[in-house]
């Protein structure tokens, strides 16, 4: 198997035959998509040079993949269909081709001693960053952290529809509360889903939010964000740490100087 291995680089829609060795890095809820009209599931894998390729899954194929892959295993991909991204508003990375991963695709988990390592794969954003990088449009940004708030949420009219979005507070050990807005497209999967374990203050990583002014310095969705939860790396293990003891008192504490004195009366979970 290995001697067929090429890097993601490599990759392109003519050639066949080709075998990568990846470990897979972010993994989205089942989405509906309003303009496609049918369900996805998108995947990010990246090989050990660090360079990423991009896979979506659609329809019944969904539930067989999101079984067999799982976060941080190393797998052998071979057989998927290579198509190239025509909208490079959804391109992530330096490779213009996505994998269209099918029951039938080979997946392999690779064994444990060829295993690739998962250090350094996120370069995650402190949150004091956030306000320099507003104008920089070649910044990618990841974020760690902890949900402390859900805020009620909040529909507009906009382009002769309305729109919904669902706000929840974050903060890391920087102790900077920011907020963090799921908005329509993701409502119905990462905004009911983060709002039904909010009470367990979830730690989460965003990939790729956008930097907005909505409600101050802020962030939300966009079309090539993934969110994951209570993920299995260091660093979010180093935050649940740090959260437990900060403890109950230290989060409202929080609240009530992100807030305002006698603002922080939403309950998580609400």
């Known amino acids: 198997m290995e001697q067929n291995v090429v890097f993601v680089n490599r990759l392109n829609d003519v050639i066949y035959g080709w075998v990568l060795r990846v470990v897979l890095v972010e993994k989205s809820l089942i989405r509906d998509s309003r303009n496609m009209g049918r369900r996805y599931q998108r995947f990010m894998f990246v090989d050990s040079l660090g360079d990423r390729v991009q896979a979506v899954a659609y329809y019944n194929d969904i539930h067989v993949l999101n079984e067999t892959l799982q ?28 994998l269209v991963l099918r029951p039938n695709t080979f997946i392999q988990t690779v064994d444990e001693g060829l295993a690739l390592p998962i250090h350094n794969v996120y370069h995650l954003t402190r949150f004091g960053d956030l306000e320099s990088l507003r ?119 929080v609240l009530v100087s992100a807030t305002g004195e006698g603002s922080c009366n939403v309950s998580l979970g609400a």
């Open 71 to 98: 976060l941080y295993s190393t797998y052998y991909i071979a057989g998927a269909a290579v198509r190239r991204i025509l909208n490079g508003s959804i391109m992530v990375g330096l490779v213009p081709f996505e």
């Open 135 to 253: 104008h920089s449009r070649d910044s990618i940004i990841t974020i760690l952290g902890v949900v402390i708030q859900v805020l009620p949420m909040q529909v507009f009219m906009l382009g002769g529809r309305y729109i919904r979005v669902q706000e929840f507070l974050l903060i890391n050990e920087e102790m900077m509360p920011i907020v963090f807005a799921i908005w329509d497209d993701f409502i119905d999967t990462d905004g009911l889903y983060l709002a039904q374990i909010a009470h367990e203050y979830p730690i989460i990583l965003v990939c790729r939010p956008k930097i907005s002014y909505f409600h101050g310095l802020s962030l939300g969705t966009q079309r090539q964000t993934i969110i994951m939860y209570n993920v299995a790396i260091p660093q979010a293990h180093e935050l649940r740490r740090w959260f437990d003891i900060l403890g109950e008192d230290g989060v409202v504490e």
